[in-house]
């Protein structure tokens, strides 16, 4: 079945670590995301990728880094410069056109600070 | 500003009640209005689409409305089920490939 994995499911990080999420797609979709989920708070967009080898902020990538070598692959490194990184970490993907089909969701990374 | 607010933020009814969830946006210009589902711990689902042309629209015991001159949509849920408790996310696609998230409605079905 088509569909987004994220790994691990759970990840403990401790200070001056990085840590990096996994996320890959086999839907043939371009486009990929990376969301951060807080309590009480709407998704927040960390970065974007349109097409291979090409990647955009969102509106609080400091303290992250991502990479796209391969339209599968989205990985999401959690770097030390990240000072509050305990969240529900969410990766996306859609297609660019048309615009009326949704985008599809991995079930999360969970990270917390040991 | 683009924003979406949903309300209210958390809900409870009995099982077998209805219940109607609020989402107001003012993102501009407007693609299309998308409802999700979240269980606890899992990523979210979408579970109907509104376009500027659509009124209603349903899905099984859901049903989505959009009224686009007030920039209202509301899902309906009928006779609810347990398995219905879940966060409820209005997400809201700018033209392009911009997308605006609601807070979320959480929603808890009691026996």
């Known amino acids: 079945d088509g569909g987004i994995t994220q790994s691990p499911k759970y990840l403990f990080r401790k200070e001056g670590q990085n840590v990096t999420l996994s996320c890959e797609q086999n839907?043939?979709?371009?486009?990929m995301y990376w969301y951060r989920q807080d309590p009480g708070q709407g998704l927040r967009l960390i970065y974007y990728?349109?097409?291979?080898?090409?990647?955009q902020k969102g509106d609080i990538a400091e303290g992250y880094s991502v990479s796209r070598e391969k339209k599968e692959s989205f990985p999401l490194t959690v770097t030390s410069a990240q000072k509050n990184p305990t969240a529900f970490y969410l990766c996306?993907?859609?297609?660019?056109?048309?615009?009326?089909?949704?985008?599809?969701f991995g079930d999360g990374t969970r990270l917390s600070i040991l | 500003k683009n924003q979406v607010e949903q309300s209210p933020q958390s809900l409870i009814i009995l099982e077998g009640k209805n219940c109607t969830l609020q989402?107001?946006?003012?993102?501009?210009?407007?693609?299309?209005l998308r409802w999700y589902k979240q269980d606890t711990g899992r990523g979210p689902v979408s579970l109907t689409i509104?376009?500027?042309?659509?009124n209603t629209k349903s899905n099984g015991r859901y049903t989505a409305t959009l009224d686009a001159d007030t920039k209202q949509s509301s899902l309906h849920i009928t006779a609810s089920q347990l398995s219905d408790s879940a966060s409820y996310i209005c997400?809201?696609?700018?033209?392009?490939?911009?997308?605006?998230f609601g807070t979320g409605t959480s929603l808890t079905v009691i026996p």
């Open positions: 839907l043939n979709h371009d486009a």
């Open positions: 997400v809201v696609r700018a033209t392009g490939n911009q997308f605006y």
């Open positions: 996306a993907s859609s297609v660019m056109t048309p615009l009326n089909q949704p985008q599809h």
């Open positions: 509104m376009t500027f042309s659509e």
């Open positions: 989402c107001n946006y003012t993102v501009s210009p407007f693609s299309n």
């Open positions: 990728s349109q097409i291979v080898n090409d990647f």
